[in-house]
């Protein structure tokens, strides 16, 4: 069955128009049995996957080589949705470069733990913040010894993403900080940048005071008992904290 297509036609609820799959037994057979394929309830993948073929759902307008066509957008959902997941972080990667970050250079710090931890930050909130403000602060502390002329009061600035799957989705809670390379201070009413030289052995020495905090917080909250800290802390390659 052959669909027409208006140009470019940007309009909204039943102004849209029809994928022919939509009226097809193709798209009923498979918003009832593609959940099958994933554990998915068939109504959770065709409210998400299959609804955001509909144009109905929103649509761009595009030609190439003397042909017109439409594109519908994705799902929208929050599952793992290739196509979501991109447009979200450009659109966040716009949004933090235009709106968010001054004009100075911004520096990616990470932070993953061992597997022996990642348990506990999956199921307690309060206790990956926590984490996160030690690794925060570690991180301030040294910029501002990598910034010569800023006064201690400085601060820094930071935007932190939290990722609780790996590449291959295996759970791996760890931290995307995307952070200032320098520190803030007040002089007035206005801000003062000092830019940072931030060195290996600064980098090093983040890591391995994030690794000893991070253990005896967990020592202190019975998380791991004395011998099992012991033990981390004999692990070579920063005995899982990278």
């Not at 208006?6 to 039943?14: E, F, Q, R, T």
Request: charged fraction near 20%; include cysteine; hydrophobic fraction near 40%.
């Amino acid at each position: 069955m052959k669909t027409i297509i208006p140009k470019y036609n940007y309009g909204c609820g039943d102004l849209y128009p029809t994928y022919a799959e939509e009226r097809s037994g193709y798209y009923g057979l498979s918003a009832s049995s593609a959940g099958t394929q994933c554990g998915l309830s068939g109504d959770a993948r065709s409210s998400g996957n299959l609804a955001g073929r509909l144009q109905a759902s929103g649509w761009g307008g595009f030609a190439c080589c003397g042909y017109d066509f439409l594109i519908a957008f994705s799902c929208k959902g929050r599952g793992i949705c290739p196509s979501c997941n991109t447009r979200r972080m450009v659109e966040t990667a716009a949004h933090l470069n235009g709106q968010v970050f001054p004009q100075v250079p911004v520096r990616q710090w990470v932070l993953s733990f061992p597997k022996r931890l990642r348990y506990f930050l999956a199921r307690d909130s309060d206790l990956l913040n926590r984490i996160l403000r030690i690794f925060l602060n570690s991180v301030e502390k040294a910029l501002l010894l990598c910034s010569p002329d800023a006064p201690d009061h400085a601060r820094l600035g930071a935007v932190t993403f939290v990722h609780r799957f790996g590449s291959a989705l295996n759970g791996h809670i760890h931290f995307h900080c995307c952070v200032i390379d320098g520190v803030f201070s007040a002089e007035g009413e206005a801000l003062r940048f000092h830019q940072a030289i931030v060195t290996r052995e600064a980098i090093a020495k983040v890591q391995a005071e994030v690794r000893e905090r991070v253990l005896r917080l967990f020592k202190r909250r019975k998380l791991l008992s004395p011998e099992d800290v012991d033990m981390v802390r004999q692990w070579e390659h920063g005995g899982g904290f990278s």
